[in-house]
């Protein structure tokens, strides 16, 4: 193989193999004399990749980790098995995949050939997803378009869905995507309106990046320093002040360990209580608050899968009443 640069990436994928390569076994791969492999070793290190070389006649080369994070090479199936990874993850805002896996998913897509996108939209049409119920499913390009436009300052446009059904027509500045675990937001400036708006990505459909690019507008938070950061806690200020605050306090049946496993992380942790069981047996104890809807935390409580008793919030409790004679008349069609 003559062609240098070629010859360079054709050695990096082999070196990002889990394994340590013999000079020898590398040159008759890469079809040179071992000599042209020591400089090729030399010129990757000068790149910044940590190839680390032992002695021996068992000796040889390896790429071990680094202060940085280098460029990688994939070969086709590697690339389609990422991609396909991150879309199914990021489509269905699984809880502790954030912004970070949307951006290398938009990064990843943008330089996919046009045969491997064919591949994993292939894959992705003819995969049905089991979900869990308690989120929204999310198409991975609305995901993509809108980091793609939030990274590169661009203005976008999109249709938007409201809560009550209305349909109306945005044009925003895109600012940061936020992810709870369940849903995700994004934080932007809304051109029409003159000022700035959460959008649930799952309520946005056909966006458009415009092509006009921007100069960030910083959020309107004290002290902040326009970061991720800032839109967490831009997001979180503005859906607190949209929903009201549910303290709740509720006793399980059940060890604290098995009702934790159930619960969602955002409704907090319930603490062991020797005795809080609804007929006096021991349990634990949750008490948190939660800006979700009643509908979502009652859903959430009656998943534990064990006996419980809410002891407050009064409207979580007459939710619950109303809830339970409907389950009742489902189960005993015809009756009463």
């Known amino acids: 193989m003559t062609d240098t640069p070629a010859r360079l990436l054709k050695l990096l994928s082999l070196l990002q193999t889990p394994r340590e390569w013999p000079g020898g076994e590398l040159a008759e791969r890469l079809d040179v004399s071992p000599r042209t492999v020591r400089r090729d070793i030399d010129r990757l290190r000068e790149l910044g990749y940590p190839v680390e070389a032992s002695r021996g006649s068992l000796g040889g080369y390896r790429l071990v980790a680094g202060a940085a994070m280098p460029p990688l090479v994939l070969d086709d199936e590697e690339a389609v098995a990422i991609a396909v990874g991150l879309r199914a993850g990021a489509g269905h805002a699984i809880e502790g995949v954030d912004e970070a896996s949307v951006r290398a998913l938009a990064k990843l897509e943008q330089v996919l050939p046009s045969r491997l996108r064919h591949r994993v939209s292939a894959l992705q049409n003819a995969t049905v997803p089991l979900t869990r119920g308690d ?10 378009t809108l980091a793609s436009a939030a990274t590169g300052q661009e203005a976008l446009r999109f249709s938007y869905r409201s809560g009550d059904g209305t349909e109306t027509k945005r044009q925003v500045e895109p600012y940061r995507l936020v992810s709870t675990g369940r849903r995700w937001y994004l934080v932007a400036y809304d051109l029409l309106r003159a000022d700035w708006r959460t959008f649930r990505v799952d309520r946005v459909s ?107 919030p009064p409207q979580l409790v007459a939710y619950l009443e109303s809830l339970g004679a409907r389950l009742t008349r489902a189960a005993s069609p015809g009756k009463g």
Request: net charge negative; charged share 25%.
């Open 135 to 144: 989120g929204a499913t999310i198409d991975p390009q609305t995901l993509t």
């Open 206 to 312: 056909e966006p458009f990046a415009t092509g006009a690019r921007f100069a960030a507008r910083p959020l309107p938070m004290e002290g902040g320093e326009g970061g991720a950061g800032d839109a967490a806690r831009y997001f979180a200020r503005s859906m607190a002040g949209r929903q009201p605050e549910l303290r709740l306090d509720v006793r399980f049946a059940a060890p604290a360990e098995f009702v934790a496993a159930r619960l969602p992380p955002a409704l907090g942790v319930p603490e062991p209580e020797p005795g809080s069981g609804p007929a006096g047996e021991d349990g634990c104890r949750l008490r948190s608050s939660s800006t979700d809807s009643l509908e979502w935390v009652a859903l959430r409580l009656a998943l534990v899968d064990c006996e419980f008793a809410v002891q407050g």
